[in-house]
C-alpha cells in the first residue's frame, strides 16, 4: 500500500479547499432539510388544526338538550327559518364554517321513536378546508349522540380516567426513529458518497490526472486505499450535515411532539457510529469500483444510479418490519444488514453479536472492493479504454 | 557508453471494437500496435522515436513508463523489467505525455510537493530539487496559481518539472513542444541537452523533424509497430535531409504491403 497517506491527503485538500464544494454538499443539504422539513412540519401543523379555532356554525331549531355539547365545539348563532336561505350563502362565501338544521320536534322524535327516522341536514363548504373540519366534527359529535342513544357498553370510556395505553415516551420514540432512521442515514450516507466518489475516480480518468498519478511508485493499493479512507470521511461529513439537519427539524416535523434522541446511551452511539463506518467504507468502496468502470462521471452516475435505488428499497423494508431480525444471517447481506443493523439500535432490539456481525461482513467486503478496485486500477483496459 | 535502456522484442495487440473497426476501416478484430520492437538506449544521449500516427511510439513508450504491458518481450530500464518491476522502473523513470494531466484546482507548489512525496523525497531534497527546477523553468513566479489559470506554455513547464521531481536515470517525452510557443519550445528543448550532458537517457518520440536533427544523437524509425531504420542521424540521414528520408523509408513500407500511399 505503498504512498496511500499522500494520496489520502490530496483527497481530502481537494475538498476541503473547494469552497464550492464545502456549500454545495456540506452545508447546502443540511441547510435545505432543516429549512424544508421545518417548513413541512409547520405546514401539517396548520393543516391539521395546530392553531387554536373555534368552527363557527349557523344552526336552526338547535334543541335545547344539545346546546351545551354544541357550544362546546362551535361558535353558534341560531337562526329562524326565514335566514336559511341567507345562511346557506354564507357557508358557499366562507362566512361560517357549517349550517345545520334541525328537523322541528327533533329531540321528542328521537326520544320516543315512531318508525320515522328524522334527518339533520349539514350544510358545508368541501372546498374550504375549516368548513369540511367543522362538517366532521358536527357528524362525530350527533354520531356519539346517537351512539349514547343505543348504549349497551363503552370501550376506554374517557370518563373512567383508565390509562389503556402502555407505551411510554421511550418506546414512542423508539418506533419513530427506527422506521425513519434506516432510511434517513442510508440515503444521506449514499449521496454523500455519491457527491464525490464518481468525481475523484471517474473525474480524474476521464480527466487523464490518474494516468499521472500511475506512472509515480506509488502501487495501485495505495492509490484505492488513499482515495476510500478520504472520500469515506468526506461522505461522513456529507451524509452528518444531512443528519443534524433532520434531527434539528424532527420536532418540528413531528409537530411539536417530545420526540428526543436522549433516550438512546453512549453505547447505542457507539454501536451506531460502528455501523455508520463500515457502511460508509463499503458504500464508498462499492461507487468507487463503478467509478472505476465508467469512463466518465457522466457515466459512473449513471451506473451507481441502480445502487441508489436498491438502497432505497432496501431501507424502506424496515417501515413495514418490527423491531431487527433476531437470527444473524441478514447481518451477512451487504447494505440490507446496515440497515437492519440501524433499526436494530434505533427500536433497542440489537444483539450485540448481530451488530459485530454486520459490521466485520461490512469490513470483510470493503477489503474485497479494495482489492477489485486495485486490480481494476492495474488493468489497461479498464484505466485507458475509449 | 552505459546501456541504460534496453527494449528487447515487444509485441502489444489492441483489440478493436466494431465502433474502431469502422474508424480504421478494417475487418481485423485486433490492432498490432507493436511487433517485435527492439533498441536500445544509453546514458548521455537523446533517442528519437520517428514514425506515423497509428506506427506504435506511444505504445512503447506506454510501455517503459509500466502503464500498460506487453503481449511478448520486455524492456529494460537501468537494469529493471518493466513487466516484473514496475515499480522500480517508476522510480528511474521520468515520463511526459500529452495524456498525462495535472489537476486544475492544484498550484505547481503544491503538485511539486505532492508527487515529490509519492517518490519518497524528503523535505530537504524536495527543497533543493524545487529551487532548482523552478527556477530554471521560471515557476517561480506563478508557483501560487492554479494550475486551471496557467497558459499552455506554463502548464508543460509545470508537467516536465513534475516529471523528473525525483532526478530519473531516463526521460521519456512524447512530442515535448507539440502546442508550445517558441520560447518554451526553446526552454524545453536546451533542458533536454542539458540533461543530455548530465549524463541522463533521453527518449524523445515527435514528429517534428527539425527537433529531431537539433536534439537526438540517435535515431529510429517505427513503422506498423517494427523498427525499420535505426542509427544515427547521419547513418539514417544517409546524406539528404532526414524529412526526405523518412519518406522514402514510409513510402518503401507502403509499398511493400501492396498499399498506395
Known sequence: MKGWFPVFKKELLRFFKDKRMIIGTLILPGLLIYLVYSFMGDGMRGLIGGEERTPTAYVQDLPEQLAEGFSAVFDVTEIGAD???SAKEAVKNAQTDIFVVFP?????????????????????NAAESNSSSAYSAAVALLDALESSLSNRFDVNNPASGGIYDLSDERDVTSMIFSMLMPMLMMIFIFTGAMSVAPESIAGEKERGTFATLLVTPVSRAGVAVGKIFALSIISVLCGLSSFIGIMLSLPKMMGGADVSANIYSVGDYFALFGIVVSSVLLIV?????????????????????????VVVLLSVTCMFTDGAPASVWPYLIPLYNSVQAINAVFSFTAVALNLAVGMIANLVYTALLVWLLTAMFRSEKIMFRR | MQ???DVRGLKKTFSLSAKQRRIERTDSRVKVALDGLSFKAYAGEVYGLLGPNGAGKTTCLRILSTLIKPDEGDAFVAGASAVKEEAKVREKIGFLTSELKLEDFFTPNYLFDFFSELHGMDEHARAARKAELFGKFGIDRFAEVKVADLSTGMKQKVSIAIAIVHDPD???FDEPTNGLDVITAKTVTDFLLEQKSLGKCVIVSTHIFSLVEKICDRVGVIID?????????DEVRGGRSLEDKFFEIYS???RAKGEEI
Open chain 2, 252 to 254: 518503401e513500407s507502403r
Open chain 1, 285 to 309: 468502496a462499492m461507487i468507487s469500483v463503478i467509478s472505476a468502470f465508467a469512463k466518465s462521471v457522466k457515466e459512473a452516475s449513471a451506473y451507481v444510479t441502480p445502487l441508489m435505488i
Open chain 2, 3 to 5: 546501456e541504460i535502456l
Open chain 2, 170 to 172: 531516463v526521460i521519456v
Open chain 1, 83 to 85: 335566514g336559511a336561505e
Open chain 1, 104 to 124: 322541528e320536534g327533533f329531540w321528542s322524535s328521537i326520544m320516543n321513536p315512531t318508525g320515522d327516522v328524522p334527518n339533520v341536514e349539514i350544510y358545508f
Open chain 2, 225 to 233: 509497430g517494427k523498427l525499420v531504420s535505426e542509427g544515427t542521424l
